[in-house]
């Protein structure tokens, strides 16, 4: 008897006796890292495989259609050595909505569309052979985004499909869909620019849009009752979320407009970024990767159990041969067929370096300007061993790949995880350490003491656009509301002029700048500090605010001008870092540095940037003549007045000056 049979008949033992604790030696399994697991179309004929080396059986289902139609017909299909089960089907099957069906030992496990599924009915339980080029927009074979020197010289904005355009003064025909997102020339109260226009408007040359996949938690066939998820819930990891398409029903609808979207970015210059969920699935027992091979794709601990190191269940093992090769090879459709131009990882802690670098390099060999980036860190602990995870210490093995800068979040307007912690911008003492180690973007320089800093007690970046540079994101509070929060006396003026502040700091550092939706005119979630699963009354961006706080608005689109203007604000490495920025005076709530000896083509000779966050003016000596670029919310970038001797700095501010 094979060595194979053998091991199949003893797995199936194990698993049909004990099925919530299956065999712990998965590393044993038969792989199939070769095998081309994609369903494959012709107009003659269609190919289908499944991994499923411990099935006893496994069976295709055809269906008229992807909702609740019963069975059509039903074909057996042949395995082989290395755990593939196959069937080729004759004739065009183009719209045809199937299912497989594994059997373990003696019992049939749930229908699953495919973890390679690339076309799905509503609800993501059946998939769909679909004639991928069908989907395509015009001009899609000429689509690109944007082209970087650096990926520190992108400013990423991370917005949510739904509250993008959900408002309704949003201007959105298509409110809360993906074509609705990619609409032109929108406009909101008193005519101010939204969606797209919004963002050139702004000049941001990357949007982040938060989980965009099939996942579990909005009902598909109800999108007339109000739901929302920010979609951490993996459900169908190679096609885009239903909800987000005009119709749900038709499998190729959310792909053809998915593109639409894409491609609307990118005429506009804008690059768009996918926030993945490869470290969990959204079920656990019934999981789609568990309907095909228990077990398998995830961590265990040593009773069997499953181990839980993002907090929600499960964590998958990317170590593993399958699990790895599905990862990489999910990023890389996505990358090829969808044009996107990076990634942001959620829970990147629990993946192994190992694979997140091999993931890198394949993905930047397709897009050489594609962003990666994640969360340094696990949610809990994992067995992976802590050497082998993909977590923010380890970033200097990770050379392609960035990470969340926490130390500079926090270390602006205090914990995300304390409400009235205070950082920097909001009267936080002894932060100033922190701020600095974010301005150099995480890397070694000189001037910075490493144990005044709030997190990281050593240098973490290789080169400073690893450090992904933020105030606030999707989790937590905004920005507006944690100041709000955390300095309950500070009137709207001084919370606006820490607001600007804070994002000032972060547009002017050497890492790579990212902003939350809606910052740039002060959004607030009312105070909510989790709103995963809140109603749009609470996720929406409120148009309205766009012109309340205008001012604000210009504020952020100038400080956005500043940075592309100059590049010394995103140098390309840590030599350059090292050489050229020159910490100048550091006190209580105050910073002032500059970026001198420039080579890197900037019109500025030399910058001088001091940043105030006293709630008082400072008198801040000069040496040497300066022009004056940044006052207050003035700016002028041709410097027409010249300040020398001393220049008072206003409270909460930046200043900006420059020497030709």
Known sequence: MKLFSILLISTVLIISCNPKFALKDYDSYPTASDENLWP??????????????????????????????????????????????????????????????????????NETPGIYAMAIGVNGHKAMVLDMESTNPLGWENDEGPILDTPNKAIIYELHVRDMTIHPQSGVEHKGKFIGLGELGTLGPENVKTGIGHLKELGITHVHLLPSFDHYSIDETKLDTPQFNWGYDPKNYNVPEGSYSTDPYNASVRIKEFKQMVKSFHDNGIGVILDVVYNHTGKTEKSLFNQEVPGYYYRHNEDGSYSDAAACGNETASERTMMKKFMLESLLYWTEEYHIDGFRFDLMGIHDMD???????????????????????TAKDSPLPEEKRALKKHMQQLPEIAAFSDDIR?????????????????????????????????????????????????????????????????DNHTLYDKLKISDPSASQEELIAM?????????????????????????????????????????????NLKKTNQAVFEYYKNLIALRKEHPSFSLESTKEVNEKLRFQMVADGLISYTLENQTSGDTWKEILVIYNARKEPYRYPLKEAYKLAIYKNTFDFEGSKTIQEYVDIPPISMLIAFKN
């Open 40 to 109: 494959y179309y012709t107009k003659d004929v269609t190919e289908f495989k499944l991994w499923a080396p411990t099935a006893k059986e496994v069976k295709i289902n055809f269906f008229e259609n992807g909702n609740y139609s019963p069975i059509k017909e039903t074909l057996a299909m042949k395995s082989t050595d290395n755990g593939v089960w196959s069937k080729k089907v004759q004739g065009d099957l183009h719209g045809t909505y199937y299912t497989f069906q594994v059997k373990i030992g003696s019992t049939w496990l």
């Open 355 to 377: 694979t997140m670098n091999e993931i890198a390099s394949a993905i930047k060999k397709v897009n050489p300007n594609a962003l990666l980036y994640g969360e340094g860190w």
């Open 410 to 474: 926090d270390g602006l307007k205090g914990s995300v995880f304390d409400d009235m912690d205070t950082g920097f911008v909001n009267g936080g003492t002894k932060k100033e350490e922190s701020i600095k180690f974010g301005l150099v973007g995480g890397i070694k320089h000189p001037q910075i003491n490493y144990n005044s800093v709030n997190y990281s007690k050593a240098p973490w970046a290789k080169e400073p656009c690893q450090s992904i540079s933020y105030t606030s994101c999707h």
């Open 499 to 543: 607001h600007t502040l804070a994002n000032a700091i972060v547009l002017t550092s050497q890492g790579t700048p990212f902003l939350h939706a809606g910052v740039e005119f002060l959004r607030t979630k009312q105070g909510a500090h989790n709103s995963y699963n809140l109603s749009d009354s609470i996720n929406q961006i409120d148009w």
